[in-house]
Each structure stands twice: as C-alpha cells, then as structure tokens.
T-cell receptor, first 114, second 112 residues
Framework: GAGVSQTPSNKVTEKGKYVELRCDPI?????LYWYRQSLGQGPEFLIY????????DSGLPNDRFFAVRPEGSVSTLKIQRTERGDSAVYLC????????????FGPGTRLTVT | SQQGEEDPQALSIQEGENATMNCSYK?????LQWYRQNSGRGLVHLIL?????REKHSGRLRVTLDTSKKSSSLLITASRAADTASYFC????????????FGRGTQLTVWP
C-alpha cells in the first residue's frame, strides 16, 4: 500500500515568510509525528498527534511553529516568520498507534530559508 | 538535542564483510528501532526490538538489546554496496510515549 507522503519535496522561501508543509500518513494509522533533521544530525522530535489532538508538542522550538490534524488524517506543519535557522529537512512519520509500534517515515520536505 | 549515541560515527568495509554498529542510551526504554537513511531524505524502518527482547533477526540483519548496559547493536552480514547509507537507532522512553529519540547515526560505506 501507499506509504507516508509529504509535499512539497522542496521549498525555498525568503526570511520572514510563512510556509506550510503537508503530510499524508499511511491509511489507518492513528498516530502522526513531525521531526526535523539538520545536516549531519539525527532527526529531532517536534510534535505528535494521536487522532486529531496534539498528544505531545514539547519539541516545537517556539511559537512560530504550529501543526494541525483536523480530521485525524492529513497534517500540516505551519511556520510563521521563517528564519534561516529553520532550514532543515522536515520529516513526517506515522504509526498504527503511539507507543511501541514501528514509525514509518515519509521522504521529507527540504526547507531552505534564504 | 541528540539522546542516543551511535558508534562508530563512520564505518568503511568491503563487500562481503560484516558490519556492526552500536547504540547507547541513558534512560529506561520501551522499545528501540533501527533505521536506514540514504542521501539525507526519508528513513527506512529496519527492525523494532522491545525492551523485553534480547535479539531479533530480519534477513541479513541481526539486532541485539542489552537493557542492563543500555546498549543495542545492529549487525549486517555479507554486506553489499547497496547497504551504503546512514544508520540510526531511535528509542521510545517510558516517560514520553510515542516520540523517538535519535542519535547522530553511523555512516556505513561498503566498497565493491
């Protein structure tokens, strides 16, 4: 079946602009995760949803970052007033349930803030 | 911040040799997962091992977990050039259900 998909695959934006990154999880997966990965580093957790609600948003770096999952499927990560330090690959993953289940990752969105 | 530590940071071997990568962590865990990543994009799930398991196999992959030493290892037997990638361990801490903590990874290069 289809895996996790993310759009766009690449996004270049100017400092100060607003961006939205989309994630479409594996059908039937109730848990959805966002991670961010900088060059040479492992992924760092941002937020995860169990259903429609954010179960843990403690990884969001500041209030410029926000994510929604209004119908419990597709999720959008929103970044306001982008900064050059936001440049990274944003990865989305999903799992059957949160907890001791495999997380399956999408191909990521490479965000570049100029 | 990175929570796990993979060792070595880089590993270079010839095709046909075995590759062993290690991972250490500092807290109690529910489970530990190993991933492969090519070219800095999506991660491919390899194996999940639960805290009450000691060893799991999948094809040419063997993962061990020693909770007393807070460490895990990934063994790739009879390596191939196509195994060239970065390998990450990630664990789910008991106190923070769901989120995974990743290390910086091991860059494996397999020469034909």
């Amino acid at each position: 079946g289809a895996g996790v998909s993310q759009t766009p695959s690449n996004k270049v934006t100017e400092k100060g602009k607003y961006v939205e990154l989309r994630c479409d999880p594996i059908s039937g997966h109730t848990a959805l995760y966002w991670y961010r990965q900088s060059l040479g580093q492992g992924p760092e957790f941002l937020i995860y949803f169990q259903g429609t609600g954010a179960a843990d948003d403690s990884g969001l770096p500041n209030d410029r970052f926000f994510a929604v999952r209004p119908e419990g499927s597709v999720s959008t990560l929103k970044i306001q007033r982008t900064e050059r330090g936001d440049s990274a690959v944003y990865l989305c993953a999903s799992s059957v349930l949160a907890g001791a289940y495999e997380q399956y990752f999408g191909p990521g969105t490479r965000l570049t803030v100029t | 911040s990175q929570q796990g530590e993979e060792d070595p940071q880089a590993l270079s071997i010839q095709e046909g040799e075995n590759a062993t990568m290690n991972c250490s962590y500092k807290t109690s865990i529910n489970n530990l997962q190993w991933y492969r990543q090519n070219s800095g994009r999506g991660l491919v799930h390899l194996i999940l091992i639960r805290s009450n398991e000691r060893e799991k196999h999948s094809g040419r992959l063997r993962v061990t977990l020693d909770t007393s030493k807070k460490s895990s290892s990934l063994l790739i037997t009879a390596s191939r050039a196509a195994d060239t990638a970065s390998y990450f361990c990630a664990y789910d801490r008991g106190s923070t259900l769901g989120r995974l903590y990743f290390g910086r990874g091991t860059q494996l290069t397999v020469w034909p």
